[in-house]
């Protein structure tokens, strides 16, 4: 499989587009206006503690105050990391207090109407691990799945950590530490055990609420998180952008340093492979599937859902297998969809309905199995009684479409438009209530050319009703700037 990284840096935005085998997989969007925060560290203040839902919000200098539950508060207090038993959550209160300074990590940028999520179990990550200041755990990603290299790792890790005396902590063995040189892994702990000390400097001095510690920016951000030994190029469209990511290169992965290059063609690099046709694909409801088919994906603030049909593909043997074959492609295109559009969250899949339970073991496995590629961790049950998959996608930062777009101010993010004879029978109720209230002699109608046209025209006879029973004259003026929906009805 061959992979490329190709990187877009302008002074508004930086975009990354992860291209496998031609074909855009994933999409990463900064702007300068509104980065990311997640993975920042701050020092903050409790500005309200909440018993009733065991949990507080913390003024970090943002412009809605974050969120943290009692469960992202309590390892601060413990010495060890451990996924055992599960244990009680405390009362807020004796945890926090309000007016309480406190140093806290974002773990979920803000999405929509909520605000940022925290944690006070700080991590600090890089190429190969990630630090967490206070514990003394050492764990290792379940994505490296050789048990003999999980073993020289974890031994390689723990001994150079109990070697270490001057920062204490424990350690995430990240994916891309597999075969790495013992070296690698301790020029990387040595880097995090500066940084760590750094944080602690700051923390001390500075006053709440500020910033501790910034993440690297996105172009760096992709050279430490993406780039793996399958990748065989990254493209850098801008040369001071490239000049930086040689420098962290040769410092913390100098056996990549070969792959990337500075791209300076005048055809902008995303055109590539047709990377901005893909993105705009990426926001439309609909996706087609090679065989006709197609999907419905419907983001919603509770949940996503999506709806596979068979389209114009008719099948060649019967329908079962028509079917099936439609839910084998659906289920590859949805892995990729979710990838590309960042969604996040509950996922329900409303595959369509297999009898053959071979069949439905068959498209389950298979979306199972694109789903192993995905960067974000996912959980997926079988097929149930109804015939939905239901699935969980760790949402972290906004989805694609939340970052490019924003809800219609025409239908306020509805979808759909009222048509113009509901809203031709909404101002004859209007008329009628304001004939009621007050004492007129004729009445403006002010509306959108479609329902002037359409008052003049199919409901005409039904104006000269409504004039014979309120005994006055209703005149028409069309506004060019309302939308369908908008009406206004003057007294004269």
Do not use: W
């Not at 593909?313 to 492609?329: A, C, D, M, P, S």
């Not at 789903?371 to 930062?397: W, Y």
């Amino acid at each position: 499989m061959s992979e490329e990284i190709l990187i877009n840096v302008t002074p508004v935005e930086t975009r990354v587009a992860l291209v496998e085998n031609g074909m855009l997989q994933e999409a990463y969007i900064e702007r300068t206006s509104r980065k990311g925060i997640v993975g920042n560290i701050y020092k903050g203040k409790v500005v309200r503690v909440l018993p009733g839902m065991e949990a507080a919000f913390v003024d970090i200098g943002l412009e809605r105050a974050a969120f943290i539950h009692a469960s992202d508060v309590i390892s601060q207090n413990s010495s060890e990391d451990t996924n055992d038993s599960p244990k009680t959550v405390p009362d807020i209160r004796t945890l926090l207090r309000e007016g309480q300074s406190l140093v806290v990590q974002v773990t979920k940028d803000p999405i929509g109407t909520k605000g940022a999520r925290l944690t006070t179990q700080l991590s600090i990550p890089s190429r190969y691990l990630v630090f967490m200041p206070g514990v003394s755990h050492v764990g290792i990603s379940q994505r490296i799945e050789d048990e003999a290299e999980r073993t020289r790792l974890k031994e390689l890790v723990e001994q150079a950590a109990a070697e270490e005396t001057e920062v204490q902590g424990g350690y995430i063995i990240r994916t891309a530490a597999e075969s790495a040189s013992p070296e690698d892994l301790i020029g990387d702990m040595a880097y995090l055990h500066r940084l760590s000390q750094s944080i602690q400097e700051r923390i001390s001095r500075v006053k709440e609420p500020a910033v501790i510690y910034q993440d690297l920016p996105l172009f760096i951000r992709t050279i430490r998180d993406l780039i793996r030994p399958q990748t065989e190029k990254v493209r850098i469209d801008s040369r001071e952008s490239h000049q930086r990511v040689m420098e962290f290169v040769q410092e913390f992965v100098t056996e990549f340093s070969n792959k990337v290059e500075y791209y300076p063609g005048e055809r902008p690099i995303f055109d590539l492979y047709s990377v901005e046709d893909e993105i705009q694909k990426a926001l439309s409801r609909k996706v087609q599937l090679k065989s006709g088919g197609y999907v419905i994906i419907d983001q919603t603030e509770a949940m996503t859902t999506i709806d596979i049909n068979t389209g114009g593909f008719v099948g060649h043997r019967n329908l079962e297998e028509t079917i099936f074959k439609t839910n084998l492609e659906a289920a590859r295109s949805i892995s990729r969809q979710l990838r590309l559009r960042n969604l996040g969250g509950i996922i329900i899949i409303d595959f369509i309905d297999m009898e053959d339970p071979e069949h439905q073991r068959q498209v389950h496995r298979m979306l199972e199995k694109m789903l192993e590629r995905d960067h974000a961790k996912t959980k997926i049950t079988g097929v149930s009684e109804l015939g939905l998959v239901e699935m969980t996608r760790k949402r972290t930062t906004e989805s694609l479409g939340q970052v490019l777009c924003e809800p219609c101010p025409i239908c306020d993010g509805r979808g759909f438009l009222k048509t113009s004879e509901t809203v031709c029978y909404e101002v004859f109720r209007e008329i009628l209530r304001v004939n009621r209230a007050y004492d007129a002699e004729s009445y403006l109608v002010m509306a959108s050319q479609s329902v002037v046209d359409r008052l003049l025209d199919e409901e005409s006879d039904n104006v000269a009703d409504l004039e014979t029973f309120i005994g006055k004259t209703i005149r028409f003026q069309v506004e060019p700037f309302y939308s369908q929906e908008q009406y206004d009805v003057v007294l004269l």
